[in-house]
């Protein structure tokens, strides 16, 4: 345990910890909120393209890891008041800067969580899949054109319009990989799966080892209600990548809320959960709220005893 002493100077120059009144009582919400705008900043500049997902994470990993130190003396300073004739005084405050500490994981959770929310940039950088194959991008300069202005469009939400732009480069360019993914990408936000599919299996027939058609080709199914399509295509992603956690999120949500396959579910939920756990990947939380709601119906069904055999069995300890 360290111990950190502060000015009244310093402590006043972090403005963002006080609300502007006479006690200057710190606001812990404001707090939250701006520390994690600052983490959102950080996470949204992250280069993606040709990146590894679990180099993402691990940038990620390392924007939040910023923030959470201040948050830390926000969240200590909570209760003390300070006045004008407070401002030469010093303040101790014990502060347990050990990331391994159960204070720093407890402050790291409540800003990953707040973001996983919160964050837009958060959830498209964790989506991002772009690692490049032989004909991922295009070598044409009219079909990048074209490419990039469908980004730009579907950043912006405007699907409809993105999918004319990625339909022309793939004019200009048949084979432009990543054009397909984020046709079939735009179809999927517009509920248009059958065209969704289409898009993604013509850029499987390009390439047959890319894992961002695979993983959305399994969701497009699942919302068609495909199950078995949507198994197929997660365990085809498993031999390119036995330790991507989405195969094990998207069989685990297939088996447990689509085929009432509990058990099974929840095994794979589980490994999903150690997996972004060791790449310190925000989809932890989700994963974690899957597991918690499998709980919900194994206790329903009287198999509470099964709920943690299972979770013992992947090593992860929870208390009854």
Do not use: W
């Amino acid at each position: 345990m360290k111990k950190l002493k502060l000015t009244y100077f310093f402590i006043f120059s972090l403005s963002f910890i006080y609300s502007q009144n006479k006690n200057t009582n710190l606001n812990s919400d404001e707090l939250l909120k701006e520390l994690s705008n600052e983490a959102c900043l950080c996470i949204d500049s992250i280069p993606t393209t040709d990146v590894r997902t679990k180099i993402i994470a691990s940038k990620i990993n390392k924007c939040i890891d910023k923030v959470v130190g201040t948050y830390q003396i926000g969240s200590n300073l909570k209760n003390i008041n300070l006045s004008d004739k407070d401002k030469n005084k010093q303040i101790n405050i014990n502060l347990d800067t050990d990331k391994n500490s159960s204070e720093y994981k407890r402050n790291y959770k409540i800003i990953e969580e707040y973001l996983m929310v919160n964050c837009n940039a958060l959830r498209e950088t964790l989506a991002t899949n772009d690692v490049l194959g032989d004909k991922s991008v295009s070598k044409n300069n009219e079909a990048m054109k074209a490419y990039k202005l469908g980004n730009a469009a579907s950043k912006k939400e405007n699907h409809k319009e993105a999918i004319e732009h990625y339909k022309k480069a793939i004019q200009i360019d048949p084979e432009f990989v990543f054009a397909y993914d984020n046709l079939g990408l735009s179809y999927r936000k517009l509920e248009d799966f059958d065209n969704a599919i289409s898009a993604y299996q013509k850029s499987l027939e390009i390439d047959p080892n890319g894992k961002m058609p695979l993983q959305n080709i399994a969701v497009a199914y699942q919302y068609k209600k495909e199950y078995n399509k949507a198994i197929e295509a997660y365990k085809k992603l498993s031999e390119l990548d036995s330790k991507d956690p989405e195969i094990y999120y998207g069989l685990g949500n297939v088996y447990a809320f689509s085929l009432n396959d509990l058990e099974n579910g929840l095994d794979n939920l589980c490994k999903a959960y150690n997996i972004y756990s060791d790449m310190k990947s925000p989809y932890r939380t989700d994963a974690q709220t899957l597991i918690q709601m499998v709980y919900t119906n194994l206790k329903k069904e009287g198999k509470e005893d099964k709920f943690f055999e299972i979770l013992k069995k992947n090593n992860i300890n929870v208390n009854k």
